[in-house]
């Protein structure tokens, strides 16, 4: 029998050995996963008494992560825009950057309810569903369609919508980008691979090797996904519709030019936490 305290002086030190940054917050968020417990209550519970089957789940989690696995992929989910999502191997994990594309949307798909009692959005390439099942948390009349070439991607995705109680708002399609989508839809948004090829090798282990190659490679120049998507979405796009993109920083040029060059404007650009450009919004050009 130990206690919580020594379990998590004994896992930071781990941690921090293997070279880890953040040992100490990483320990009590794994420990505190593993236990059931928020990472304040891993630390204020520290005489909690922890039993031989416990401790060998807590040594499970810290060899993973010293194996550079990330924190919330050895606990199988993670929070984006205040919901905890499930992630799975075919999916990436959601970033908070993303939530910037969910925040920069969300007033035009308001927007689109008040005037139409309802508004249909198409989020390509879904992944756990991060980014539309966000909209349809803070759009009650909204629905959604998901789209992933992975069907245990989108598999993952419906299993949030239910979890999160959006499961009878939301619809998957197994689909190269706009392939094998019909209908109209009011918002369409992405966080396509964005990463050049020739820079995935460079990227850190915890990306690397953990999200999925298939979501993070956009191809020679990175911006592959991108002609994929500008080529089909004016097609599906009702009319004051709008278009919302995660893009990589030295993208905003390059994706701004194939946009435009289908016939869309850029209509507002934003930048991230580390104000890099990273999400921008297209609105069809006027005829
Ligand atoms: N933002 C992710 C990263 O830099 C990349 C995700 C993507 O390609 N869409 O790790």
């Not at 990227?203 to 690397?208: A, G, K, M, S, T």
């Not at 993070?216 to 519709?241: Q, S």
């Amino acid at each position: 029998m130990t206690t919580l305290s020594a379990v998590v002086a004994d896992a930071r030190s781990r941690l921090a050995a293997g070279g880890l940054p953040d040992a100490t917050i990483e320990a009590r968020i794994l420990i505190g996963g593993v236990l059931g417990l928020t990472a304040t209550d891993v630390f204020v519970r520290g005489d909690r008494e922890i039993g031989a089957p416990e401790l060998e789940k807590i040594a499970e989690a810290i060899g993973r992560r010293l194996k550079r696995e990330p924190v919330h992929r050895i606990l199988g989910e993670r929070e984006f825009h205040g919901m905890v999502l499930k992630l799975s191997p075919e999916t990436l994990e959601p970033r908070p950057d993303t939530e910037i594309l969910v925040d920069a949307i969300l007033p035009y798909v308001r927007q689109i309810v008040a005037s139409r009692g309802e508004a249909r959005i198409l989020d390509l390439g879904t992944g756990t569903g991060a980014i539309v099942l966000a909209l349809l948390k803070e759009c009650p009349q909204a629905t959604g369609v998901g789209t992933d070439l992975s069907e245990a991607a989108l598999q993952t995705a419906r299993e949030n919508a239910a979890r999160l109680g959006l499961a009878g708002r939301f619809e998957t399609i197994r689909s190269n980008w706009l392939e094998e989508v019909t209908g109209r839809f009011d918002i369409v948004v992405s966080n396509p691979p964005y990463i050049r090829t020739g820079v995935i090798a460079a990227l850190e282990p915890e990306v690397r090797e953990f999200d999925p190659l298939r979501a993070l490679d956009g191809g020679p120049d990175g911006l592959d996904c991108y002609r994929a998507i500008a080529a089909g979405a004016g097609e599906v796009l009702a009319p004051g519709g709008m278009v919302g993109v995660e893009i990589g920083y030295d993208q905003r040029d390059s994706v701004r030019t194939i946009f435009q060059a289908v016939g869309f404007v850029l209509h507002q650009a934003l930048r991230d936490f580390g104000d890099k450009d990273r999400v921008l919004l297209f609105a069809k050009a006027e005829p």
